[in-house]
C-alpha cells in the first residue's frame, strides 16, 4: 500500500516498500516546517511544479545524491538537464510512461518562476494508484475534467490563500475531484498564509463525498 508524507508547506514523498520513490517539490533546507534535512532524502523522481523558491527548492542537491530523475515542464526540465541533471521535459496535457506508472502534466494557474515557463499539476499513476498534485493554483473548472478524466484516490491541494486557492475555493476544487482522500498543504508556513486546517477539513466532508486527512509536517498516510 503506498505511503505519503508530508514534509510541510509544499513537499510530499511518495513511496512503497520495495517500490521507486517519487518526491514533490523538494522545498526542505531553507523551509521552516521540514521534519528531514536533504541528506536523508533517497528518492528516484523528483517532480517540481514549478521555479519559485518555496517549490523548486533543494531539487539539484537531492537529484545529485540519488542520480534521481527530474520531471517538470519543459523549460525547467530543459534548464536542469544543460545542468548536468538526468531531466524528462513535458509539458500542460501531457503524459509520459515512466517505470512506476505514469505522469500527466495538468493545468496550474500560477506564476511560472522561470522565463518562458507555465506552473502545472501532476496526476500520477503510482503502481496503480492516482494521485493529483495540484501544485500552487488557483480554482479552475477544468479541474472537474481531471475528476471525470482520471478515478483519483488521493488529491493534494493547496489551502492557504494569498497566492494559492483559500479554504472556500479549495473545498470547490475537490468537489470537483471527487478523490477518496484530500491532503490540504501550503499553509502556516509563515504569517501570510496561517488557517486553521480543521475548517478545511470539515467544509469539505460537509459539501463532497472526500474524506479530509490533515497531515502535521513528519505525518504519513497510507492510501
Given amino acids: 500500500m503506498p505511503n505519503i508524507t508530508f514534509w510541510g508547506h509544499t513537499s510530499f514523498l511518495l513511496s512503497e516498500k520495495g517500490k521507486e520513490v517519487l518526491v514533490f517539490d523538494p522545498f526542505i533546507s531553507e523551509n521552516p516546517l521540514a521534519t528531514v534535512t536533504v541528506d536523508e532524502i533517497t528518492t528516484d523522481y523528483i517532480l517540481i511544479s514549478h521555479a519559485h523558491w518555496d517549490h523548486f527548492g533543494d531539487a539539484y542537491e537531492i537529484a545529485r545524491q540519488n542520480g534521481a530523475k527530474i520531471i517538470s515542464t519543459s523549460e525547467i526540465a530543459k534548464k536542469a538537464a544543460a545542468d548536468g541533471y538526468n531531466a524528462h521535459a513535458q509539458h500542460i496535457g501531457g503524459r509520459s510512461y515512466q517505470s512506476f506508472g505514469s505522469v500527466k502534466l495538468t493545468l496550474a494557474f500560477h506564476g511560472a518562476g522561470i522565463e518562458g515557463g507555465h506552473a502545472c499539476g501532476f496526476v500520477v499513476d503510482y503502481y496503480g494508484t492516482k494521485i493529483y498534485f495540484a501544485g500552487d493554483t488557483g480554482l479552475f473548472y477544468d479541474m472537474k475534467l481531471i475528476g471525470e478524466l482520471d478515478s483519483l484516490d488521493l488529491a493534494l491541494l493547496p489551502i ?13 476544487a475537490a468537489s470537483f475531484l471527487r478523490a477518496k482522500v484530500v491532503i490540504p498543504y501550503h499553509y502556516n508556513t509563515w504569517p501570510l498564509i496561517e488557517l486553521d ?24 498516510f497510507s492510501i
Fill in 197 to 220: 486546517p480543521e475548517v478545511f477539513k470539515k467544509k469539505v466532508e460537509e459539501n463532497t463525498s472526500s474524506k479530509c486527512v490533515i497531515l502535521q509536517p513528519g505525518d504519513s
Fill in 160 to 172: 492557504g490563500d494569498n497566492f494559492t486557492m483559500g479554504i472556500d475555493d479549495a473545498v470547490i
